[in-house]
């Protein structure tokens, strides 16, 4: 009779372990909010909110441009690798909510949030909003919002994004 008991028992540990998995495993939010294969980027529009510029950022033969309605200027290379890195893979650390009205108070709504739309060739790879950034001082932690423009739900994602996005028009320029 034990060793009926020890085998009901184990088959119901087993069975609570699956289930645990499974229900890990169907998680409610995307592991990568955006996985970007940099190689294939052609060109990057950033629209910052409340600014009627919008940044144009063309790759060229010869290397990255920024587009102005007068013509092609050289691109500041070392701040569009930086950009590039960040957005090769946006990892999300937690969804917040998957709620319209609550996204305002994280910065992600169309007025409020930057902008981002990355494509290949006329292919969009990836479009989201950037919004507010949030530091951990004791932790030593940053994080920026992020939603995809198609999507409802808003992520916390580790890192500086916002604060990358967010630079001066003229310091995307390589004068």
Known sequence: MPVVAFAILL??????????AERRSDRSFHQLVTEIDTS????????????????????QPHGWVVTVPTGDMAANTPQIDELLGC????EAQRQMT????????YGVA???STHIVVSARNRVLADFRCGRVGIDVQ???VWTYVRNSAEP???????YLNLM????FASWCGF
């Open 11 to 20: 088959l119901a540990a087993v069975c609570v372990l699956l289930m645990r």
């Open 40 to 59: 294939r980027v052609t060109a990057i529009t950033i629209e910052w909110p409340g600014n009627d510029t919008i940044l144009n950022l063309n790759r």
């Open 87 to 90: 957005l090769s893979a946006i």
């Open 98 to 105: 998957n709620s319209e009205s609550a996204w305002h108070h």
């Open 110 to 112: 169309a007025d409020s």
């Open 139 to 141: 932790r030593n932690r």
């Open 153 to 159: 739900n808003v992520y916390m994602t580790d890192g």
């Open 165 to 168: 996005v967010n630079k001066p």
